[in-house]
C-alpha cells in the first residue's frame, strides 16, 4: 500500500509540472538581441526591423529595451508618428534604461527612441502580435506601407525572468492540450 501512495504521490507530482510547463511560455525578448537600444549602424541600419520579422510574438511576452538613460529613452507612439518620426505626444514614455514592454494585446506596436534625430537614423521598432506577424522588412524605408491599426492596447510593467531571445518558434498558445493530456493521465492514474 505505501508503494502505491508513493507512486500516486511522485506520480501526482510530474503531472503538476507538466501542467505548469506547458503554460509558461512567455518569454522577454532583448530587442534586437545586441548590447543595448541605439542607433543601428551603418552596416546594419535595418537591424530592428529584421530583428522583429523573424520573431513571434505572443500574449505574454515582453519586450526589454535596454539603453543609457542619460543618452537615450524610449516611446510607444501610433503608426503615423512612427513613419513621420514624430516624438511629441507619445503614448508611452520611458526613460530609465531598462524598460520593460509587456504585452498584454494583440495588434501592433510602434516604438522608437525619444532622443531628437534617433528615428530618422532608423532607432524605431514595429512589432505585431497576433495575426501575420511582421511582414514589412523594409518598414524604414519610404515607399513602404504598415497595417492602418494604431496600437491601443494598455501596458504593464513589471520584472520577469529573461529567457532565451533566440528562439524563432512560435508559441503554444493553447491551454486545451494540457488539460487533454492531464485529463487522460488522470483517468489513466485513476484505473490503476
Known amino acids: 500500500m505505501a508503494s502505491h501512495n508513493n507512486w500516486f504521490l511522485v506520480s501526482s507530482l510530474l503531472l503538476t509540472l507538466l501542467q505548469i510547463q506547458t503554460k509558461v511560455f512567455c518569454?522577454?525578448?532583448?530587442?534586437?538581441d545586441l548590447n543595448a537600444w541605439g542607433i543601428p549602424t551603418s552596416a546594419n541600419p535595418q537591424v530592428y526591423a529584421k530583428w522583429?520579422?523573424?520573431?513571434?510574438?505572443?500574449?505574454?511576452d515582453s519586450l526589454l529595451f535596454l539603453y543609457p538613460p542619460s543618452q537615450d529613452s524610449l516611446i510607444q507612439v501610433t503608426q503615423?508618428?512612427?513613419?513621420?518620426?514624430?516624438?511629441?505626444?507619445?503614448?508611452?514614455?520611458m526613460n530609465n534604461g531598462n524598460s520593460l514592454f509587456n504585452i498584454t494585446s494583440h495588434?501592433?506596436?510602434?516604438?522608437t527612441s525619444g532622443e531628437n534625430g534617433h528615428c530618422q537614423k532608423n532607432q524605431k521598432i514595429h512589432i505585431s502580435v497576433g495575426g501575420t506577424g511582421n511582414v514589412d522588412a523594409e518598414a524604414n524605408s519610404p515607399s513602404s506601407s504598415l497595417p492602418a491599426s494604431a496600437p491601443s492596447s494598455q501596458t504593464v510593467f513589471g520584472s520577469i525572468?529573461?529567457?532565451p531571445s533566440s528562439s524563432n518558434s512560435p508559441?503554444?498558445?493553447?491551454?486545451?492540450?494540457?488539460?487533454?493530456?492531464?485529463?487522460?493521465?488522470?483517468?489513466?492514474?485513476?484505473?490503476?
Open 161 to 163: 525572468p529573461v529567457a
Open 27 to 32: 518569454y522577454q525578448f532583448k530587442v534586437g
Open 80 to 93: 503615423e508618428s512612427y513613419k513621420s518620426c514624430n516624438t511629441k505626444d507619445p503614448i508611452l514614455y
Open 52 to 60: 522583429s520579422k523573424f520573431h513571434n510574438f505572443t500574449l505574454g
Open 107 to 111: 495588434g501592433d506596436f510602434y516604438f
Open 171 to 192: 508559441h503554444p498558445t493553447s491551454t486545451f492540450h494540457v488539460f487533454i493530456i492531464g485529463s487522460l493521465y488522470a483517468l489513466f492514474l485513476a484505473l490503476m
